[in-house]
């Protein structure tokens, strides 16, 4: 996996890029429930419709109040979200919790990190730091609780989705570790 893995950021970008270009027409499609068609739901979360935005309070609920604005949270949504089924479906892998093992975690004020590697070659990084946030590898991170690998968040799916995001706007620092 890990000498595939920059294959598979390259083919999540593409689809990316896809779904941006796409998202008034996917949201178009959307049934009452905000689900894309079978076909398409590679395009959508896996673990949320598209009115999740206003729905868990990502936007506030009046977002889902008309038509138009329903229209315009779902558009919102898979351009925040963009093809997440992808980097869940055909570009995760599945989750073991005995196939992982954490290399190391760091829990402090000013810095988050974890280190773990699977089975095959599948790895995790995510930092949070100073100078931003890196999440690369597969999502195992969500499936750690700090201890072990019983955090509750995704613990009805089988799989861990592909990530590669780096942020250097979303900064931990010692005042924002404060506010929370």
Partial sequence: MFALYPILVLASL???????????????????SGNL???LRWFQTFDATLDAGWQD????????????RRFLARVWWLYRNPAYGWDYGPFGVPFKAADWRVLRYVERPDLVLFIAIGRG???????HARWGMAKLGWKAWNRWDG?????????GYE???????????KRR???AAADQ
């Fill in 14 to 32: 593409l689809m990316t890029l896809l779904a941006w270009a796409l998202a008034p027409a996917l949201a178009a499609v959307a049934d009452d």
């Fill in 37 to 39: 068609p079978r076909g």
């Fill in 57 to 68: 309070g990502y936007l506030d609920a009046s977002w889902g109040t008309t038509p138009l």
């Fill in 121 to 127: 070659g599948a790895f995790n990084v995510y930092c």
């Fill in 147 to 155: 201890r072990d690998w019983g955090a509750p968040a995704w613990a």
């Fill in 159 to 169: 799989r861990i989705p592909l990530c590669f995001t780096v942020n250097p706007f």
């Fill in 173 to 175: 620092t010692l005042a």
